[in-house]
């Protein structure tokens, strides 16, 4: 008879159980607008329709969706990115390997055109694609009466890893093809002492491109890049696979949970890919037992230099490399602007919250003291630019004033918030600096 009754209830429970599903299912629709509300500022049913994969809402800065994470040699750059496709509209790795809008050398279609390259390593490469796709500096640019009516075009000829002399051997180059160029803005500072430093550590010239870009390529030619590289580097490739298919399905949910809960899916696959690019780029710059074989040559020391010697060393070749970028530039009368870049690994009184320390800060990372030590020898050496006529500006402390995240990695790299207050810090010093100088002139 009890089991009779219990049967008999079963129904009810399933009723209460439909219910209660049914209210758990609204109740997370309900979350997951408000939630997409908070994020997109617009309601999920009436959202626009998504042409960009950065417009969805995955932070994907530094993942590289369409190409090999492996760069190419170049005969003259050292490397370079594989020409191709990226997931920004209007955007690719060009014939060249940077990434813009256009192939180059780029001649002006019209007389009204002003031209601006953009020089420097992967935070110059982030600010062109911001500049190309918000026009900060062209907006500063347009409040002075003689270029107010100019159609302005930016080239970016950054690449993550760049550091100099590699920005002035990429200007002379582009220069003797022909490449016109109405101004030229220089980001750099972290990837001299950072990349350099690494140079040293592994006996590898100072001047010579970044070793950490460089070391897999070598031993690709060589034949011997590590097993545990190159397990990594197929775990990396299988989880950008997973990142394009999350992606693929996040524009194609019909309700906010799905966005919710397939965002959250991505979002951790990219952050096991920025851990899985960390542990390639400690295992693939570990020095083979013997190189004497290397088809490919790289200028070596006999032993490690001490940190004061070759941080002095790196930041005269920074200065060197500046004067000279300078000096070519003003035979032909286009302005040569120059940005320290903001690192968090060098100390301001700005205040980090705790959610931007867990990603903005890594303590095995090997930039830390090489940003700490490199620094301030490189701001020792403002006084020797501006001495050479050279204008530099320096941003170290372009972050402080604000309380919201700007960093994006452990590294250098800045999210939109932050690329909007450099993107403003250096269209703004620009403007006030061409403003003193028309001033100056007005009065001779």
């Not at 496709?85 to 390997?97: A, S, T």
């Amino acid at each position: 008879m009890k089991d009779f009754k219990s049967i008999k209830k079963i129904p009810e429970i399933l009723k209460i159980a439909a219910i209660n599903l049914a209210l758990l299912l609204v109740f997370l629709e309900l979350g997951s607008l408000g939630w997409y509300f908070l994020k997109h500022k617009q309601f999920f049913y009436t959202r626009s329709n998504v042409q960009d994969k950065s417009a969805l809402g995955i932070n994907l800065e530094g993942v590289r969706l369409n190409q090999s994470i492996i760069v190419r040699l170049h005969p003259f750059f050292g490397f370079i990115e594989k020409p191709g496709p990226d997931f920004r509209p209007g955007f690719k790795v060009n014939n060249y390997g940077f990434m813009s809008p256009y192939d180059y050398p780029l001649k002006k279609t019209k007389p009204n055109q002003f031209i601006i390259g953009v020089f420097g390593g992967s935070v110059a490469s982030n600010y062109g694609i911001f500049e190309v796709q918000n026009k900060i500096l062209p907006q500063y640019l347009k409040q002075l009466p003689g270029l107010k009516d100019k159609e302005f075009v930016i080239l970016s000829f950054a690449t993550g890893g760049y550091k100099q002399p590699q920005q002035l051997l990429i200007l002379n180059y582009f220069l003797a093809l022909g490449q016109e160029l109405d101004m030229v803005v220089n980001i750099d500072g972290f990837n001299e002492v950072a990349l350099s430093n690494l140079n040293n550590k592994n006996k590898i010239d100072l001047a010579m491109p970044s070793i950490q870009h460089l070391m897999p390529l070598t031993q690709l030619a060589n034949n011997s890049l590590s097993v545990k590289a190159m397990k990594t580097t197929l775990r990396i490739q299988e989880t950008k696979t997973k990142i394009n298919q999350g992606l693929e399905s996040l524009e194609h949910c019909s309700l906010a949970a799905c966005d919710a809960l397939i965002s959250v899916y991505v979002q951790n696959l990219v952050n096991n890919y920025r851990k899985d690019t960390i542990a390639f780029e400690k295992e693939r710059t570990k020095p083979q037992k013997d190189e004497s074989g290397s088809v490919i040559y790289m200028n070596t020391n006999k032993s490690v230099l001490e940190d004061s010697v070759a941080f002095e060393q790196i930041a005269s070749q920074w200065v060197k490399s500046s004067i000279f970028m300078h000096k070519v530039l003003s035979a032909s009368n286009v302005p040569y602007f120059q940005v320290l870049q903001p690192n968090q690994y060098y100390q301001t009184k700005r205040v980090f919250g705790e959610a931007e320390k867990q990603i903005a800060f890594n303590k095995d990372t090997p930039y830390a003291k090489a940003v700490e030590i490199g620094y301030p020898v490189l701001l020792s050496k403002l006084p020797n630019l501006q001495k050479n006529n050279i204008t530099i500006f320096n941003g170290v402390k372009v972050f402080d004033k604000t309380k919201d995240v700007v960093y994006v990695d452990s590294c250098c790299h800045y999210n939109q918030a932050g690329q909007a207050i450099f993107s403003n810090y250096v269209g703004r010093s620009i403007l006030e600096y061409l403003q003193k100088n028309e001033a100056r002139s007005k009065k001779k």
